[in-house]
């Protein structure tokens, strides 16, 4: 059975304290989900002194006046955070994982044995970046927000002349507004991609609520990428956009049911959980009044009611026109 990979990402969500990481930790075991997901930069190394906020980091940070910078500074993870966090998981029984913003964070996540690399959709058009991720990781999850196809093409045939096999890569089809607005979604882009590059496909989601995920599965999502909070009312850029605990909860289990719901071998036939009903809910033809032995069945004496244990009613042309050999009571089952 398909088993899709569920990325809960809790991004910056701790809000640079290691207690809220740990409980970040806590939610995405209790939800059941395959990995959890931090972010790892030097925010000097990331953004210049210039850079401005996102409209939606100044909207949820409630500070138009602090620059990006300061923003990323207050939410870095340092070496020791990581390797705590990296503990914490083992002893939790769920996968770290984290994604790198800065050449110096993608060496750093190379050398504590990590052997995938996610590539942040602002980093899709950054060739040094792509270089050093394929020198560095056998495996890549590629995000695409923001990006058109012949983006994702190029950042593609960097990891491919790399000598990455496809059957390594996964494209996440993703937009990068927080939230995604549902017209916004395009969902049927994350096909095209498949159709048009050949690679796995996945869903990196930012819309609110849980629903375009379960969508995605359906589709043929294998990995689903969702933020995820202790908290939306917390300060910080990503949590309004973020997923509720029982919201994360609840989506991995969708997730999980739409795995097995698309599981089955595509042939059309009765389960063998149905089977047991076929009887009970389909009909079959029956005297609807007496009917002597001798007597012609005709419209006028037989008729369609359940159960299904006797003639289907798809042989009444057969059944029409022949002589009764029994005597039949009315709600009887014919038989020829």
Not at 248 to 276: H, V, Y
Not at 296 to 320: A, C, H, L, T
């Amino acid at each position: 059975m398909k088993k899709t990979i569920i990325i809960a990402e809790a991004g910056v969500n701790h809000n640079g304290s290691l207690e809220n990481a740990f409980k970040l930790i806590d939610v995405a075991v209790d939800a059941g989900v395959d990995y959890v997901k931090f972010q790892t930069f030097k925010a000097d190394k990331l953004v210049s002194v210039k850079a401005k906020k996102a409209d939606y980091q100044i909207d949820n940070t409630k500070d138009a006046n602090e620059s990006q910078l300061e923003m990323l500074k207050k939410l870095e993870l340092s070496e020791d955070d990581h390797e705590k966090l990296i503990h914490y998981c083992r002893e939790k029984g769920i996968n770290f994982f984290s994604t790198a913003f800065d050449l110096t964070s993608l060496q750093y996540l190379s050398t504590i044995g990590l052997d995938i690399v996610k590539i942040p959709s602002g980093e899709i058009t950054n060739l040094p970046y792509l270089r050093l991720a394929a020198e560095l990781f056998p495996k890549v999850i590629l995000s695409t927000g923001m990006a058109t196809l012949e983006d994702i093409s190029s950042a593609l045939n960097v990891f491919l002349d790399a000598g990455i096999a496809k059957d390594n890569i996964t494209i996440l089809h993703c937009n990068t507004e927080y939230p995604t607005p549902m017209i916004d979604v395009n969902l049927k882009a994350m096909l095209e991609i498949k159709k048009k590059l050949g690679v796995e496909i996945g869903y990196s989601d930012h819309t609110l609520g849980i629903e375009v995920p379960i969508a995605a599965v359906a589709l043929g999502a294998n990995i689903i990428e969702k933020h995820f909070t202790l908290d939306k009312t917390m300060p910080g850029p990503d949590h309004p956009a973020s997923l509720n605990p029982e919201e994360l909860k609840a989506m991995a289990l969708a997730i999980r049911n739409i795995d097995m719901a698309m599981s089955g071998s595509g042939i059309k036939e009765p389960s063998a959980s149905e089977t047991k009903n076929m009887a009970i809910v389909r009909k079959s033809i029956i005297a609807i009044k007496k009917i002597n032995k001798g007597e012609q069945f005709s419209d006028d004496n037989i008729g369609v009611k359940r159960p299904g244990s006797g003639i289907s009613p798809m042989r009444w042309d057969e059944v029409i026109g022949t002589i009764a050999q029994y005597d039949f009571e009315e709600d009887d089952l014919i038989n020829l």
